[in-house]
């Protein structure tokens, strides 16, 4: 089962996972790009900058997953796209405490709710972004 066949609101443990071993991979991919563009001076540099970005990502992933969902639980209002606005800045918030940046945060916070938001929305009304073309 995926993300979106599970129920809104419900099976929170379960959605949570799943944001969080997308994050993780993402983290990982993520940071083996930048060890391949930036060059460690030694393999325990390599080593730490993986743990640090994929740890980070992966604790992003759970955020987002546990607030969004629990947010649909206690507002009663499971397909509402601000479950997600606030899953997103929740994760946002989190990241720019990480860099201790206001400036990081409310950014991040207001850029991963709205991707979120108009993730939640898309999915709700069919949206497309690839696919076959209209003839």
């Given at each position: 089962?995926?993300?979106?066949?599970?129920?809104?609101?419900?099976?929170?443990?379960e959605?949570?996972?799943?944001?969080?071993?997308?994050?993780?991979?993402?983290?990982?991919?993520?940071?083996?790009?930048?060890i391949?563009?930036?060059?460690?001076?030694?393999?325990?540099?390599?080593?730490?900058?993986?743990?640090?970005a994929?740890?980070?990502m992966?604790?992003?992933?759970?955020?987002?997953?546990?607030?969004?969902?629990?947010?649909?639980?206690?507002?009663?209002?499971?397909?509402?796209?601000?479950?997600?606005?606030?899953?997103?800045?929740?994760?946002g918030?989190?990241?720019?405490?990480?860099?201790?940046?206001?400036?990081?945060?409310?950014?991040?916070?207001?850029?991963?709710?709205?991707?979120?938001m108009?993730?939640?929305?898309?999915k709700?009304?069919?949206w497309?972004?690839?696919?076959?073309?209209?003839?």
């Amino acid at each position: 089962m995926g993300y979106w066949d599970l129920e809104e609101g419900k099976d929170c443990v379960e959605k949570t996972w799943i944001t969080t071993k997308l994050a993780t991979a993402l983290g990982l991919v993520g940071s083996a790009y930048h060890i391949v563009l930036f060059k460690p001076d030694t393999a325990m540099q390599a080593v730490q900058r993986a743990t640090t970005a994929t740890v980070t990502m992966a604790s992003l992933g759970a955020i987002f997953g546990i607030t969004t969902c629990l947010t649909a639980h206690a507002r009663d209002a499971p397909n509402d796209p601000l479950n997600y606005f606030i899953g997103g800045c929740a994760a946002g918030v989190v990241l720019g405490t990480r860099t201790h940046s206001a400036m990081t945060g409310t950014t991040a916070c207001l850029g991963l709710g709205a991707l979120a938001m108009f993730t939640k929305i898309g999915k709700m009304e069919g949206w497309k972004i690839t696919g076959e073309p209209k003839l």
